[in-house]
């Protein structure tokens, strides 16, 4: 009986335990990786997108905001900001609805991150930042009033989903 027991009591390898050590280590690295910025590529049709989308006058969009509804578009404008709206709007434009519903899109994470520093500190120079605007060359997917209406309290007709930016610049130098 002895011997017996002393089978049952005998000492793990090393090799097994080792195994199973680095096997847990793998395994909850798995579950516990966030993924960061740095861990997504860009889909390969993303930059064919951008490269391809016609320019369009922003007055022109909203004059004629049936012909470029649902069509991802490159234009400029001011985009302004504060706690409960974000729009798009360029003063030139003679149409009392030239505001249009400014949101990002998904892809928006793409947009280099350099230009997205600047664009935010244009939108909030100080703190607190209660409002901001900054005169933008952006790409992104327009939509018309049929589709509508979108924003704060549902109070615009259009919206420009921003897909890339492509150059934020200081307002005011446009004398908007």
Avoid at 61 to 79: G, H, M, P
Avoid at 138 to 158: I, N
């Amino acid at each position: 009986m002895p011997e017996l027991e002393k089978g049952l009591m005998r000492k793990p390898t090393p090799i097994p335990v080792a195994l199973f050590f680095t096997l847990l280590c793998v395994v909850s690295s798995c579950v516990t990786h966030e993924p960061q910025l740095k861990d997504i590529t860009g889909p390969p049709t993303y930059a064919s997108t951008i490269k391809q989308a016609p320019i369009v006058p922003f007055c022109e969009l909203i004059r004629d905001s049936a012909r470029y509804d649902n069509r991802i578009v490159s234009t400029q404008a001011i985009f302004f900001r504060n706690m409960e709206n974000s729009y798009l709007y360029d003063p030139s434009c003679e149409d009392d609805n030239g505001y249009v519903w400014a949101e990002f899109d998904p892809s928006y994470v793409y947009t280099d991150d350099a230009l997205k520093k600047k664009f935010d500190e244009l939108l909030c120079p100080t703190q607190p930042c209660p409002i901001g605007r900054a005169h933008v060359t952006v790409v992104g997917r327009f939509e018309g009033p049929d589709r509508g209406p979108y924003g704060h309290l549902d109070g615009y007709q259009l919206r420009f989903s921003l897909i890339h930016l492509q150059q934020a610049d200081t307002a005011q130098m446009f004398n908007y």
